[in-house]
T-cell receptor, first 117, second 120 residues
């Protein structure tokens, strides 16, 4: 089945530094990937939609300069949290849909737990 | 805008018994998909079952089945013969049909989730 690999699974960084999270589709090409954020005991909230070869679309209230998204290939999207602060500590999950299969379910990565100290 | 509501923050079921998780949604569209995802403590999102809105027949996957009431905009999940491994957060989710994607690109809209506990 379709596999999405997300790396790292866990990261601790100091306030003011930047952290990059990778989302890879291992056995399929994904023109569209989604980045979600999940606070403890809460639901998944869409942050942005990543499209291969074009600029990401951000949801209202999400700072595009703080959460940089790059989708440079059909199998890789990255989320960079710039100048991280403790309030950015959260669980980040990516998901991807196979190209040409617009009605197929999304495949999720295992998530990244970010802790900013 | 579409919304998904799960009114049960927590549910509990005895092992081998049956439990039903509720979900209602609001939409003005006729073409859409509904999903139930399971999120165990590992935080991995696992697709449990999905339903196409144009299909009247309720979807089933082994011990999991749904009661899809389109007119009432209700989409409940029934878990039969509950097992300890079913304990997890369960999220109901909505997605537009492909022809209506527009700017949404087909992202999922999630409910707040129901935490299911299974008692041995």
């Amino acid at each position: 089945g379709a596999v999405v690999s997300q790396h790292p699974s866990r990261v601790i960084c100091k306030s003011g530094t930047s952290v990059k999270i990778e989302c890879r589709s291992l056995d399929f090409q994904a023109t569209t990937m989604f980045w979600y954020r999940q606070f403890p005991k809460q639901s998944l909230m869409l942050m942005a939609t990543s499209n291969e070869g074009s600029k990401a679309t951000y949801e209202q209230g999400v700072e595009k300069d703080k959460f940089l998204i790059n989708h440079a290939s059909l199998t890789l999207s990255t989320l960079t949290v710039t100048s991280a602060h403790p309030e950015d500590s959260s669980f980040y999950i990516c998901s991807a849909r196979a190209a040409g299969r617009e009605n197929s379910p999304l495949h999720f990565g295992n998530g990244t737990r970010l802790t900013v100290t | 805008a579409q919304t998904v509501t799960q009114s049960q923050p927590e549910m509990s079921v005895q092992e081998a018994e049956t439990v039903t998780l509720s979900c209602t949604y609001d939409t003005s569209e006729s073409d859409y998909y509904l999903f139930w995802y399971k999120q165990p403590p590992s935080r991995q999102m696992i697709l449990v079952i999905r339903q196409e809105a144009y299909k009247q027949q309720n979807a089933t996957e082994n011990r999991f089945s749904v009661n899809f009431q389109k007119a009432a905009k209700s989409f409940s999940l029934k878990i039969s013969d509950s097992q300890l491994g079913d304990a997890a957060m369960y999220f109901c989710a909505y997605r537009r049909g492909y022809m209506n994607y527009g700017g949404s690109q087909g992202n999922l809209i999630f409910g707040k989730g129901t935490k299911l506990s299974v008692k041995p």
